[in-house]
């Protein structure tokens, strides 16, 4: 059973008794034994595992736990544990009571929120503030929505007074983006946990145990949410130390004051490490002690047998340190998947990327720009996602602003226009268009606001008879749109023709396959190529254009192995959409910011860049307030990721910069430096 390989300090925790209960888990400490200890325990002890939540940050994460319980239980009785990530969960639960939900992704409720943002008239104002742009305000909305629990005007008015004569233009953006959200059924992450908050108190829920993991990364929203499950016991597990996303949202508070705020709550901490040698975690003991400590701890050793003394890597030069550490990889016995560069900064990972590429190093990379966030791979899942649901607004806008000439806003009008010549069905609309003239697009002007522009001459079709495009498409009634040129009407025949070739076609390989051999799609490749080979100076280097178009038809590619699994395309797209983020792609070396490091563990790591300014860095310390000690658990994080070999570096000149650099400080607090 699980709980025979349990250490004393484990089993306590989780055969401890229903209530509040807390488990301080160090890192290496075996937090994921505790967790399946915990609902071992609770399944032997005769709860109905249909009564038991887990929550956790990754799919990843539950998946491992609920493999590791079906080696000891029934999958049929595991499979009733309701586990997952907060959204995923919450989407399940939406999803059976409201099916026509359509969960969006950050960057496309930004081309939304920015739609409605341009039709706001700032300057009409007679104001000395300068408005935010559309980015930091709808950052500053999805801010508060993790944090606050209060209204979004007093919390940004406290955040910046100075700004409170443009508060109602702000609001009335905020209310029409929400608008539009709840006109076309589309939910942003926040979403899903406020309306399932809103769901579980017009349900009954009969919980008897909810587990979180990482409850140090619980934000505000998250926090709220639990309390609203009302279950009749509580099981968090997570580390004060490892807390470092605050930028994203995360509170610090909801574990450093969990006794605080719940009835007879009992502590557990979990101190022995299995992972990392004795000088790695006497190394991360020395440098952590330096923060407050709320939950008193000192790791301890758990494993036996000799251990290498971590390595202090001091180079002259930035690049030469990247170069250097290239080499040591590839001279090192270990295998390439079994190590890790980590980093503060993404600007270090090109430097790294680039020198082991120089000696056919293979390497992965995450933590960066995700995957499903690459311009070439986003526009693939809009053009079936806009097949899954023609009511997505949000697909169609993002395909067509890649036709010249138009942007979020005329994509907008064009998707408006299709849906009255289909009288409310867009493929109706785009196929067999029942309804001649354009919608009427500006009824109730508000000058003020800048709601609408001015009502336009409709266009001739006429006009486009000397285009190559299908006979159909020249007898379209959007071609009568004042503010179509040639280019967005091609773009719009490329699009019909896509459509056509699979509007017999179900299966998502299928679909995707055409999608990517589309004149639509080849026009949007050539496009993303050329301006990725485009120098300074304005010219087309050809060589990085190529490169730039075999790096795209590989990542379509592994899109496109990805969907083998997936005959339903609805299903693909949900699960692209909830588990995006945890894919990295190739194999090899990998290359992790510190955030994404998190949670994993590898023979052989190197910390780069350890100079003040980049680790810590100062500048985002300051901008977010969280000071030095976000900064020192994220050095604790890195460090802690080393079974075997850890090896910290640092370089004293950036000759492309001309910058001097001064070693970091957590290297004498590591006392790997002594001070002069």
């Known amino acids: 059973m699980p709980l025979s390989n349990l250490n004393q300090e484990q089993l306590s925790a989780v055969k401890t008794t229903s209530g509040a209960n807390l488990v301080i888990a160090s ?13 071992a325990y609770l399944l032997n002890s005769g709860i109905d595992p249909s009564k038991i939540v887990l929550l956790t940050f990754t799919n990843k994460a539950s998946g491992e736990m609920i493999a590791r319980l079906e080696n000891f239980f029934p999958p049929s009785l595991v499979a009733k544990i309701e586990s997952g990530t907060f959204h995923a969960i919450s989407y399940r639960w939406l999803k059976s009571a409201y099916p026509n939900l359509v969960l969006k992704q ?36 999805n801010l508060y929505q993790n944090i606050s629990l209060g209204s979004f005007d007093e919390w940004f008015l406290e955040k910046y007074p100075e700004h409170k004569p443009l508060i109602d233009i702000y609001m009335n953006i905020i209310d029409s ?15 899903l946990l406020i309306k399932t908050r809103e769901f579980i108190k017009l349900t009954s829920q009969d919980i008897e145990e909810v587990l979180v993991d990482e409850y140090q990364d619980t934000n505000t929203l998250q926090s709220a949410l639990i309390d609203d499950l009302k279950s009749k016991s509580l099981f968090c597990v997570g580390d004060y130390d490892q807390s470092i996303y605050a930028f994203n949202g995360a509170n610090i508070e909801n574990i450093s004051t969990f006794s605080q705020r719940y009835d007879n ?29 709320i939950y008193p701890k000192s790791l301890e050793v758990g494993r036996v047998g000799e251990s290498i003394r971590p390595k202090l890597l001091i180079y002259d030069e930035l690049f030469e340190q990247y170069q250097s550490i290239a080499r040591t990889i590839k001279d090192s016995r270990q295998k390439y998947q079994n190590i890790a560069v980590i980093f503060r900064n993404n600007s270090s990972a090109d430097g790294i990327e680039a020198s082991l590429r120089e000696l056919d190093i293979p390497s992965k990379r995450k933590g960066g720009n995700s995957f499903f966030e690459a311009k070439e791979i986003k526009i693939l899942l809009d053009l079936l996602s806009l097949i899954v649901n023609p009511k997505d607004m949000m697909a169609f806008i993002h395909i067509f602003e890649y036709a010249k000439n138009v942007g979020s806003a005329l994509s907008k009008e064009f998707f408006t226009s299709l849906i009255h010549f289909g009288d409310g069905d867009l493929f109706r609309g785009l196929n067999n268009p029942i309804i001649f003239d354009l919608p009427k697009l500006n009824p109730n002007k508000n000058l003020q606001l800048g709601l609408f522009d001015d009502d336009e001459e409709i266009g001739s079709q006429a006009r486009f008879n000397s285009l190559y495009i299908s006979n159909y498409i020249k007898k379209h009634p959007l071609l009568k749109h004042p503010r179509i040129t040639d280019d967005g009407v091609r773009f719009f025949d490329y699009y019909y023709e896509f459509m056509q070739e699979v509007n017999s076609h179900s299966h998502t390989s299928t679909i995707l396959r055409k999608a990517i051999s589309s004149k639509l799609y080849q026009f949007v490749v050539e496009l993303l190529a050329t301006s990725r080979g485009r120098l300074k100076n304005g010219e087309i280097d050809e060589n990085l254009k190529s490169q730039a178009k075999e790096r795209i038809e590989r990542k379509a590619k592994l899109l496109l192995d990805l969907s083998a699994n997936y005959k339903e395309v609805n299903r693909f797209i949900n699960a692209m959409i909830l588990g995006g983020s945890e894919l990295s792609e190739g194999e090899g ?73 001064k070693p970091s400080q957590f290297l004498y607090e590591a006392k790997m430096l002594k001070r002069s």
């Open 177 to 191: 983006y929400e608008s539009e959200k709840d006109e076309y059924g589309f939910l942003s992450f926040n979403d």
């Open 106 to 141: 950050p960057n496309e409720l930004r081309t939304l929120f920015r739609s409605i943002y341009e039709k706001r008239a700032f300057k009409r104002l007679n104001s000395s503030i300068e408005p935010f742009s559309s980015q930091h305000l709808y950052e500053q909305y």
């Open 27 to 39: 890192a290496g400490t075996g937090k994921t034994s505790t967790i399946v200890g915990r609902i």
């Open 589 to 661: 070396v990998n290359l992790l910011t510190v955030h994404a490091s998190k949670g994993l563990e590898f023979n052989s790591v190197f910390v780069v860049d350890l100079m003040e300014g980049r680790f810590p860095n100062t500048k985002l310390a300051t901008k977010s307030g969280s000071g030095v000690e976000e900064e020192r658990r994220l050095f604790y994080v890195a460090v802690t990721r080393a079974r075997d070999e850890l090896s910290l570096s640092l370089a004293k000149y950036d000759k492309m910069k001309k910058i001097d650099f």
């Open 265 to 293: 709550a009992k502590v557990y901490t979990l101190k022995i490490n299995y992972r990392s040698s004795a000088p790695i975690l006497s190394l991360a003991n020395r440098v952590i002690e330096h923060n407050e400590r």
